[in-house]
Nanobody, 122 residues
């Protein structure tokens, strides 16, 4: 098991910025790829961004150019910086991890956090 803990959500005005963090509860992510998904009630989880086990990154179309995902050298924390936030970015954001490379499908991820709410007001 890899317990994941998200932090950094909150309420922000449109055009503002937020930084979300995902920690692997005191251990390293090691060879895991880590992704962020977002979800609103009654909808599927949507891929936001990911950083692979090799350090490569990938972004979903909805946040491309407005977000940056990174991890610390010790691989204990993955950070998602979002700017130019829009009301449509409002959702619960989930951190997820999987063995191997990045995948855009949420079903391929083995480990999940509890989620952190991001709300963007117009």
């Amino acid at each position: 098991q890899v317990p994941l803990v998200e932090s950094g959500g909150g309420l922000v005005q449109a055009g503002g910025s937020l930084t979300l963090s995902c920690a692997a509860s005191g251990r390293s992510f090691g060879s895991l790829s880590v992704a962020w998904f977002r979800q609103n009630p009654g909808t599927d989880r949507i891929f936001v961004a990911a950083i692979g086990d090799n350090g490569g990154t990938y972004y979903g179309e909805s946040v491309l150019g407005r977000s940056s995902i990174s991890r610390d050298i010790a691989k204990t924390t993955v950070t998602l910086q979002m700017s130019g936030l829009k009301p449509e970015d409002t959702a619960t954001y989930y951190c997820a991890a999987k063995i191997g490379g990045i995948n855009l499908m949420s079903l391929t991820y083995n480990y999940w956090g509890q989620g952190t709410q991001v709300s963007v007001s117009s």
